[in-house]
């Protein structure tokens, strides 16, 4: 696994999809990821533990947890925002399931392929490029907390 080409699967996926679609088929996919970004679980509703990404104009907050050896993220978007939300559950489906080593390896490639730089404002494109590093900043925590010898 290259740490600079690593895409998973399932984001490698939604890239292809994206990268394929016209400009206005592109906002389409993004605003149906948007109704797929499920709700955060009640202990999270108030986003007490998660991490707010200042660098999106809107509130996102995120939150890793491990599940055994995987990681489930949970990212709460206001429906308001419906560009960033639709890329958060994007970057949740495509990441969710990825253990801390692998989700630290994801490379930002995929936001090229999917061609939202077409569509995006680059303060949008800052956004959303911040909230993948916010991940990643959520997995490595995670990996620093699993005892010697089991990384």
Same mark, same amino acid.
């Given at each position: 696994? #290259?740490?600079?080409? @690593? =895409?998973? $699967? %399932? &984001? +490698?996926?939604?890239? +292809?999809? @994206?990268?394929? !679609?016209?400009?206005?088929?592109?906002?389409?996919?993004?605003?149906?990821?948007?109704?797929?970004?499920? $709700?955060?679980?009640?202990?999270?509703?108030?986003?007490?533990?998660?991490?707010?990404?200042?660098?999106?104009?809107? $509130?996102?907050?995120? =939150?890793?947890? %491990?599940?055994?050896?995987?990681?489930?993220?949970? =990212?709460?978007?206001?429906?308001?925002?419906?560009?960033?939300?639709?890329? +958060? !559950?994007?970057?949740?489906?495509?990441?969710?399931?990825?253990?801390?080593?692998? !989700?630290? !390896?994801?490379?930002?490639? @995929? =936001?090229q392929q999917m061609g939202l730089h077409q569509v995006l404002s680059?303060? %949008?494109? #800052?956004?959303?490029?911040? &909230?993948?590093?916010?991940?990643? %900043?959520?997995?490595?925590?995670?990996?620093?907390?699993?005892?010697?010898?089991? +990384?």
């Amino acid at each position: 696994m #290259n740490d600079h080409t @690593f =895409i998973p $699967p %399932r &984001l +490698a996926e939604i890239a +292809a999809d @994206f990268g394929a !679609a016209s400009r206005e088929e592109k906002l389409e996919l993004l605003l149906e990821f948007s109704d797929q970004l499920p $709700p955060l679980p009640p202990e999270l509703r108030d986003h007490r533990g998660m991490e707010q990404v200042h660098e999106c104009m809107s $509130p996102v907050f995120v =939150i890793a947890q %491990r599940d055994g050896e995987q990681i489930v993220y949970h =990212i709460d978007v206001p429906p308001e925002a419906p560009t960033i939300r639709g890329f +958060a !559950a994007i970057l949740r489906e495509g990441m969710n399931g990825l253990t801390p080593a692998q !989700a630290l !390896a994801v490379s930002s490639d @995929f =936001i090229q392929q999917m061609g939202l730089h077409q569509v995006l404002s680059p303060q %949008r494109l #800052n956004g959303i490029g911040a &909230l993948l590093v916010y991940m990643k %900043r959520q997995a490595l925590r995670l990996l620093e907390q699993e005892p010697a010898g089991t +990384a």
